[in-house]
């Protein structure tokens, strides 16, 4: 059911991020098309397998899968979530910053009234072009820029989660309340975007540097070549928009999934 519900939450989160999210790299709903089925897709993977690793790790450490987990565990869960999150969604995020920063088509020379074909003509040709003009690399291009960027943060995510709604939470009460929930989610989608900004700089302008660019060698040199022009200010670019984008995309992605648990919940204790 985690999957489930961390589906539900990601697809109804995207309604309120998109935008926002595309104002870094321009062009409000420029490759939407696949952005709420990845969302969702991401968002299930990420709290059905958050909830089973940290379910795997308590069995390991204490014996028991519903024991009350450490901070450690929830890190290291969160962490390892944020890796196969990676795996998964690299692709796609190349083709989002792809469809992003592609240039408007401009009138044709010999004919001013048509316009030619952008490049990218939709999410999937969007990767059938990189995957043929770069090759498997071309997909994952940004990965080591994403594996530093999600591990830490989804660990941060989780944890600030967990620790802010045991904090508000009244002693007697079994389960964090509704404006619990979203102050909680919200302020740790802050935190770990707070985190994850310079990371996620890089790893845009490794996606964006196409087949015949090479522009940058690697994460490092991407990182360095980046400060080097444009100062360390560089890598915190928006990360004032990744914040005020985070607070409400995961208020409802929080809200959303421990809504649907616990609806699921009460119709299975009907039963």
């Known amino acids: 059911m985690d999957f489930i519900a961390g589906a539900i939450g990601g697809g109804l989160s995207t309604a309120v991020g998109y935008p926002l999210d595309t104002v870094k790299v321009w062009g409000f709903y420029k490759g939407v098309s696949a952005s709420v089925f990845t969302v969702s897709l991401i968002s299930s993977v990420s709290f059905g397998t958050y909830r089973n690793f940290l379910r795997s790790i308590c069995k390991m450490r204490y014996g028991t899968a519903d024991a009350k987990p450490s901070k450690l565990d929830i890190s290291l869960a969160g962490s390892a979530t944020g890796?196969?999150?990676?795996?998964?969604?690299?692709?796609?995020?190349?083709a989002k910053v792809r469809m992003q920063t592609q240039k408007q088509p401009h009138p044709s020379v010999a004919s001013p009234q048509h316009f030619?074909?952008?490049?990218?003509?939709?999410?999937?040709?969007?990767?059938?072009?990189?995957?043929?003009?770069?090759?498997?690399?071309?997909?994952?291009?940004?990965?080591?820029?994403?594996?530093?960027?999600?591990?830490?943060s989804s660990a941060i995510y989780f944890l600030t989660y967990s620790v802010l709604c045991d904090w508000l939470t009244p002693v007697g009460k079994n389960k964090p309340?509704?404006?619990?929930?979203?102050?909680?989610?919200?302020?740790?989608?802050?935190?770990?975007?707070?985190?994850?900004?310079?990371?996620?700089?890089?790893?845009?302008?490794?996606?964006?540097?196409?087949?015949?660019?090479?522009?940058?060698?690697?994460?490092?040199?991407?990182?360095?070549?980046?400060?080097?022009?444009?100062?360390?200010?560089v890598l915190f670019k928006g990360l004032g928009l990744n914040c005020i984008r985070a607070f409400p995309v995961n208020m409802v992605v929080f809200v959303t999934y421990e809504a649907v648990l616990r609806f699921t919940d009460h119709l299975t204790n009907e039963k």
């Open 83 to 94: 890796a196969v999150r990676v795996m998964l969604m690299t692709p796609s995020e190349v």
């Open 177 to 233: 309340g509704f404006l619990v929930v979203l102050l909680s989610g919200g302020f740790a989608g802050v935190l770990a975007w707070g985190l994850a900004t310079p990371m996620d700089v890089i790893k845009s302008r490794m996606q964006t540097d196409e087949s015949g660019q090479h522009k940058y060698k690697g994460l490092v040199h991407c990182a360095r070549e980046s400060v080097r022009k444009e100062g360390v200010k």
């Open 116 to 152: 030619s074909k952008p490049k990218y003509q939709g999410s999937l040709h969007c990767l059938k072009v990189i995957a043929k003009e770069e090759g498997f690399g071309g997909l994952y291009k940004g990965c080591s820029a994403l594996l530093c960027r999600d591990c830490s």
